[in-house]
């Protein structure tokens, strides 16, 4: 998992099937391709180099660009960073284990040093319904107070200081997993290592700290310039808490499938051609519930299926989460339309206030259709 996925997964919490699937490390891409629903989203390769490109000219000259940045936008009025004034430690570490616990020495080392640093993807982990997720911010800065920004570096632009909100907004969800997973290391900072130490002294020696505003930096109007902004994700922060602790355990979703399901596409030597049936695919992937909802298409590759069967089984969620909330207990469509055709609306009240507000809206319907006998009928 990332933390793009777990912010989209942290946005739709009921949906076992992108738990399990992203717990299990499948790639949904591949498996939505071989179900022949692909998926119709992502990045181009040129706006992926050329993200990358911006990157590298922020990060320049040591991050010291990046971090001056931070500082103005701060306002605080302490001191700039000067000259060499900012460290960058070494994080490289063999596998995911050993960048995680080469990081969380970094920040230890650069918080009790009480200087710049800036730690260029660094690596951090997050327990997620019970399976560790590893996440790589693009950079996090360490104050000279102790205190800790993630970074998140875009390459849509910020004209005239505002960015579109959408996407400002999804930056916010996907830091706030960044800020979830450094508040555990965080938590480490100040306990006193294994064999010795006073926990007190050590803690009033580290009082390391994440900040709930985070650095965005995107291009300045639509050149490669960087401009960057404060976003406070403390609203995010919360909602992604709450919503990761409700997962449901990824042991607890992989107990109740049939025994043997799996969800391998049985690629060709090559690894290019899955050679697996379409039809066992579909029955391991619906053997895990979904919650679809619209907003998964910009989310999910596997969305593009999921709305396929939400449709067939005539699902309300297909309509998205603001219908399906309003009409409370009728979960599909053929029972909406049941209970909006079931009786006349001056009929006594049912009770039911989804029900009742249906049979007003077809007699209403019905009612303009008779005012215009030319008029043909929606279907």
Not at 173 to 194: D, F, H, K
Not at 259 to 277: K, V
């Given at each position: 998992m990332d933390a793009r996925a777990l912010a989209a997964l942290a946005a739709n919490p009921g949906c076992r099937r992108r738990a399990l699937l992203d717990g299990a490390g499948v790639d949904k891409g591949a498996l939505a391709q071989a179900l022949g629903a692909p998926a119709n989203f992502g990045q181009s390769q040129f706006a992926h180099q050329r993200g990358n490109s911006f990157e590298a000219r922020v990060k320049a000259d040591g991050g010291?660009?990046?971090?001056?940045?931070?500082?103005?936008?701060?306002?605080?009025?302490?001191?700039?960073?000067?000259?060499?004034?900012?460290?960058?430690?070494?994080?490289?570490?063999?596998?995911?284990?050993?960048?995680?616990?080469?990081?969380?020495?970094?920040?230890?080392?650069?918080?009790?040093?009480?200087?710049?640093?800036?730690?260029?993807?660094?690596?951090?982990?997050?327990?997620?319904?019970?399976?560790?997720?590893?996440?790589?911010?693009?950079?996090?800065?360490?104050?000279?107070?102790?205190?800790?920004?993630?970074?998140?570096?875009?390459?849509?632009?910020?004209?005239?200081?505002?960015?579109?909100?959408?996407?400002?907004?999804?930056?916010?969800?996907?830091?706030?997993?960044?800020?979830?997973?450094?508040?555990?290391?965080?938590?480490?900072?100040?306990?006193?290592?294994?064999?010795?130490?006073?926990?007190?002294?050590?803690?009033?020696?580290?009082p390391a700290q994440v900040r709930h505003q985070v650095l965005l930096v995107c291009p300045k109007d639509f050149s490669n310039l960087p401009t960057a902004e404060l976003v406070d994700v403390r609203k995010q922060l919360a909602v992604t808490r709450r919503q990761l602790d409700r997962l449901t355990r990824i042991e607890e979703i992989a107990a109740a499938l049939p025994?043997?399901?799996?969800?391998?596409?049985?690629?060709?030597?090559?690894?290019?051609?899955?050679?697996?049936?379409v039809e066992e695919l579909t029955a391991a992937v619906d053997a895990v519930d979904a919650a679809y909802a619209p907003e998964c298409l910009s989310t999910c590759e596997l969305a593009a299926h999921c709305r396929t069967r939400s449709r067939a089984a005539g699902q309300v969620e297909a309509l998205g989460r603001g219908v399906r909330g309003e009409l409370g207990g009728l979960t599909t469509v053929d029972a909406v339309l049941t209970a909006a055709m079931g009786g006349p609306a001056d009929e006594a009240p049912t009770g039911d206030p989804a029900v009742d507000a249906l049979r007003r809206a077809a007699a209403l319907r019905a009612e303009a259709l008779a005012s215009r006998p030319e008029a043909v009928a929606c279907r």
């Open positions: 010291a660009d990046l971090v001056r940045l931070l500082h103005e936008r701060l306002r605080d009025g302490s001191e700039p960073p000067g000259p060499g004034a900012v460290a960058t430690p070494d994080l490289t570490a063999p596998g995911p284990q050993g960048r995680t616990a080469r990081t969380a020495l970094a920040l230890r080392e650069a918080t009790e040093a009480g200087r710049w640093a800036l730690l260029d993807h660094p690596m951090v982990s997050l327990d997620v319904a019970g399976s560790p997720a590893f996440l790589e911010p693009d950079a996090v800065v360490v104050h000279p107070d102790g205190s800790w920004t993630v970074v998140e570096i875009k390459s849509f632009p910020m004209v005239d200081g505002s960015a579109d909100p959408a996407k400002v907004g999804a930056a916010a969800r996907q830091s706030a997993v960044y800020t979830l997973a450094l508040e555990r290391v965080a938590s480490m900072i100040g306990e006193p290592e294994e064999g010795g130490g006073d926990a007190t002294e050590t803690a009033s020696a580290s025994e043997g399901t799996t969800f391998d596409l049985r690629l060709t030597d090559d690894g290019r051609i899955p050679t697996r049936p």
